[in-house]
């Protein structure tokens, strides 16, 4: 059986764990800069992480 590549850098994971920290302490901040308004979901908080996660130019799918 041929192993699979990673769809997600492992670095990724990190990411989003420390986006969801943020989220869960309501400091999280959508937006450039953290100007926008509070994230208000799990949903949003990984979405942000991720992007940024792209903009770094980690390995991560592109959006639908």
């Known amino acids: 059986m041929a192993k699979r590549k990673r769809k997600y850098s492992p670095s990724v994971g990190d990411d989003v764990a ?3 920290r943020r989220f869960e302490r309501g400091t ?9 308004g509070k994230v208000k ?9 991720l992007s940024e996660a ?11």
């Open 28 to 36: 999280a901040r959508s937006g450039k800069g953290g100007k926008g």
């Open 54 to 64: 792209r903009k770094e130019g980690k390995r991560v799918p592109k959006k639908k």
């Open 18 to 20: 420390r986006e969801m």
């Open 41 to 49: 979901s799990r949903k949003q908080a990984i979405a942000i992480a």
